[in-house]
Structure formats: C-alpha cells, structure tokens
C-alpha cells in the first residue's frame, strides 16, 4: 500500500496525543475508584467533576446537569426510554425524524412495542426537517421532540434552535443527538432550548466507550442503569475515569482549536465536493450544501455499486464509508438516503467522506483522481451504464 488516506471520521477519529497523555496516569498511577471515601480515591472524585465543568462550559450548561455515560448509544436509549416512562402520564406519544441514528430509531421501534406512538417525520431534499410536518405530528399527549443536530451520513445540520422553540412553545421535551455536532459546530443549551443532549468522545479525537448525556435541571427522568449511586444516583456504575479524563480533555481541545480547524475543514470539503461534481459525470452531492457538517461530503454515482466503491479505494490506501458504521456490512441501501428521495439503484452508490484536522490538500486531490479512475473502471463493467451510454447519453 502506497498510501493510507483515513476519510472516514464520522465513524470514529484518532484519539490525540494529549488526550492519551492526560489519560495514562488514571490507568497506573491515580486508578482510585472515585466514589470510595479514602483521599487516594477523592482525588479522583474531583478530576470527573473537572471534567464536567469543562463539558458543560462547552455548552453553556451547568454542570450538575453533565451526566457521563458509555457513548452516544447509551445516551440516546437512556433519553428516549426514561423520558417515556417518567412522562407517560402526561402522553405516550414521540415525534422523532425518519433520518436519525439507528440508536434512536430502534428504541423507537422498542417503545413502540411497549405502549408508545412514534411518529416519524419526513425530511425535504436536502434532508432538512420539515417543521410544518414537526407542528401537525403534535398532539395533546406528545411528551417528547428528538431530533438529530447533524446526521451522520449526509452532514446536514438542522434548524434546531427553531426546533427547540416549537418544543418549549408546546411544553414538550425536546432531544438532540448531538453525536455528529459536538466539537464541530458551537452548541448552546439555552438558545436553542434543549432539554436533553447526547454526544460521544471518540467523534472528537477522544476515547472509545464514553460519552455524556445532558439533561436539563428540572427534567425529572429517572435511571438508566440500576446499581449504585454514581452520577447523582442517576446512572449506575464505576465511573470510567480514564475514559472521562479523555473526553474532558477532547472537548476543550475541540473548543479550543474548533474556528481554525473547522475552517480548514470546510475549505478542503468545498474543494472535494466542487471538483467531484464537476469532474464524474452523474455524481450528486447528498445532503445541503451550505448547511452541513465542515467535515462531511457524501455523494452517488449513478451505475456504481457503493460497496465495490469501497473495496477499490481501500485496495488505494483510502478509508471511507457509505453511510454509518453502525450499519456496515448491510446490503440496504441507506434509510438516509431513501428518506431524502434517491431511489434505491443511486442511494445503492453512495460514498461519504468525512475529513479530520490531519487531511490535506494534496490528500484530497489523489482521493480525487483515484475516485474518477475507479468510478469510470466500476462503469465499464455496468450493463446499465452501457444501455444508458447507448441511448446516446453522455
């Protein structure tokens, strides 16, 4: 391999060198368990309640209101369910969207099967929310509104402060995954009126297997996981310091360098989406083309199969994706895709490319002319392609 290209940090990032620094003497030199009352272990106490300052700093929350979790997933499950059953004499009713996580789409599924009514919204072409369809999904009994910041495959950002008044207007909860957003574009809890918000470490060049979830002061949804008293008795469990010390470090080192980094990123992606779409004939940018992630370009190719896409670019050193991770290996085509209207033989030929703060120029341009070499090979062995090129298309 000539080359190693990794496009694909939706899925996940590289943890920094000073996250992983400031994570090491937490395994071997400060391992105390910090709810344990000796001095050795409070220490370690009050290197999580730092953590938690720094985290609700980032999203103009206080921080009695950070609850520290094992990732997004666990966030989004404890969010929808607990709020469920809390709330659920008030309503049985949720209003989600037909693009969010599968982590949010399953516990739909789930609490659907367990006495609830989820109403999935539509999204328009750009997979923006529609809020005219998020007003009429409202009824007497909605207890609660969850609505992606940003997806993850097409890097759409939504209207969430618009969002966050139509929930607050309504007296309805109002949830965001936030896995996607959180250390990529600013974030503020109280503008945009969210009353819980969920988010992952290793998006943002931290550790695997911790997150957070926000739950606004005065939310009165109960414990997720049952056990002891950690987390304000609210979520169960040895608190993963190591794990919290990363994602504290991660969130300030996102804040930190978030305008410099992000501008970059966005230039870079402006330059991938421009030259793609006017150098491969039938290719489409998926998702808006302003309002997205800095990072995130996600395209079809007409008459090209995602998955031999995928295979080809990696046998040239590059890593990408054609949707989540979460759903790799599946031979649907992206729900995504399908819920902004592509139908399924283009949603078929997807590519995302996600960009990290190592990416360069020059990386881009050998993705580039790789990627037109390897769509024109795909298409040559397309019959499709060659009844479309002997209709007298070009």
Known sequence: MERFIYLDNAATTKAAPEVVEAMLPYFTEYYGNPSSV?????????VVDEQRDVIAKALGANSNEIYFTAGGSESDNWALKAAAEAYKDKGRHIITTKIEHHAILHTGEYLEKNGCEVTYVDVDENGTVKLEDLKKAIRPDTILISV???????????????????????????????????GQIPIDVDRCNIDMLSASAHKLNGPKGVGFLYIRKGVKIRSFIHGGGQERKRR????????????????????????????????????????????????????????????NANFSFQFVEGESLLIKLDMKGICAS???????????????????????????????????????????????????????????MSPLYEDFIKKGHK
């Open 38 to 46: 000796y001095g050795f272990a409070a220490k370690n106490k009050n």
């Open 148 to 182: 992606m910041f940003a997806n993850n495959e097409i890097g759409t950002i939504q209207p969430i402060e618009e969002i966050g008044a139509i929930a607050q207007e309504n007296n309805i909860l109002f949830h965001t995954d936030a896995v996607q957003a959180f």
């Open 236 to 295: 169960a469990g040895t608190s993963n310091v190591p794990g919290i010390v990363g994602l504290g470090t991660a969130t300030e080192r996102a804040v930190r360098t978030m305008e410099e980094r992000t501008g970059k990123e966005r230039e870079l992606r402006d330059y991938l989406i421009d030259r793609v779409l006017s150098e491969i004939p039938h290719s489409r940018l998926n998702g808006h083309r302003t309002e997205r992630l800095p990072n």
């Open 322 to 380: 054609s949707g989540s991770a979460c759903t790799s290996g599946s031979l649907d085509p992206s729900h995504v895709l399908l819920a902004i209207g592509l139908p399924h033989e283009i949603a078929h030929g997807s590519l995302r490319l996600t960009l990290g703060e190592e990416t360069t120029k020059e990386d881009i341009g050998y993705v580039i002319d790789t990627l037109k070499e390897i769509v024109s090979g795909l298409r040559e």
